[in-house]
């Protein structure tokens, strides 16, 4: 039975989480109705217990086992999380006695604490995963992969991380830097005949932090150079935390070995915040725009209005309230929905920028790799006329055109064939979760 559930998760949970989470777990018992599992660390098990067992209860209900509790007990450690055995021959290392200010991490900045992170549905995996990383202590993935659009907080993390370690240990030698600069690092050591010394020095941190990995997809020597200081501290059993704008195996020009690195720990997605988290968010600004600006007074509904409207990113999100409360001091004037209207007129615009059919058609050409022609050629070759399809689906979720305007964006196709290409999507997503996987990058490609 726990094969067939296993089946029926993919569909309910997506393939996503279905590698991260169900896939991991052993079915240890089954029996006087309890089903026991068993998972590789009391976090895993923790997570799953709230967010998967009601779905795992249903399913194997359905299957004809039902059981009153679902359990998750650690396991015994596999092969591959036991800690390596540190190697006795390894020499003492100069790198080592670089003292960890010298370090060649990027500064942190000193806002990006766990305090001022508001979490939320769609941020709560990632934060609860970087809390543990930044606990200390053993090991429980490697790495900590973080993936979200821009301005979701994959930075802000990342710095709590490294400001929550120094605290806990001030000598641990915790390293962060943008992928850009370890390449700029590396370059350098390459050119000036260091690489030596940049090799040990990367392989002496205790945990090291890479953002927006994707940076490095397509050089090919960073890369190469990536992996190998990615393996040796693992082999040592060091954390390392990784992010980028998508989830591993969604990133071009990035080497196979590398993505099946990157996807061994935990891989998380940031989502796009919901209305409640952006109105979390700026209500915490706000508490502090009070004590900066003594005297203002802010009319009920503006956070709202801007919660609501403003939906890309966080950072414009802060930046709209910045330049609100910047204004409405200026000019002494209370903060209405006026105010507001006016101050911020080009960013309520922005936001409100139509998406094209031509952009839509853009993008999903470019993940599947067709020529941009081929969206509204005549070609029926399965490999093309998916994508096309895909097109015509975001086409009609994503825009306000009607089902005739799409056909005529398609090469002038009639509203039945794009009505047909719809459906069919429609159909598939039910069942591939590729396919699902795919609308959901897509998507937030295209709406940022
Ligand atoms: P990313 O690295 O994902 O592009 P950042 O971490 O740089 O995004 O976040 C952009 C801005 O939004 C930062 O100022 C950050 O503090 C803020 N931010 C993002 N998410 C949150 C959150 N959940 N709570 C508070 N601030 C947030
Ligand atoms: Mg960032």
Redesign the pocket.
Known sequence: TWGQVREELIKRVGKNNYVTWIEPLKLALLNNGVARFEVPTIFFGDWVQRNYADHIRSQLASAGSPVERVEFAVGAPSMATAPAPVKATAKPSRARSVPVEDLPGAPLDA??TFD????GKP?ELAHAAARRVAEGGPVTFNPLFLY?G????????MHAIAHELHTRSPDLRVLYLSAEQFMYRFVQALRERQVMDFKELFRSVDVLMVDDVQFIAGKDSTQEEFFHTFNALVDQNKQIVI?ADRAPGEIKDLEERIKSRLQCGLVVD?HPTDYE?RLG?LQ?KVDYYRSQYRGLVLADGVLEFLAHRITSN??IL?GALTRLFAFASLVGREITLELAQDCLADILRSSDRKLSIEEIQRKVAEHYNIRLSDMIGPKRLRNIARPRQVAMYLSKQLTPRSLPEIGRRFGGRDHTTIMHGVRKIEELMATDSQLSDDLQLLRRLLQG
């Open positions: 806002r990006f001022s992170f508001v979490v941020n979200g821009v301005g979701l907080g994959k930075t802000h993390l992010s940031l988290l968010i915490q966080v950072r802060e």
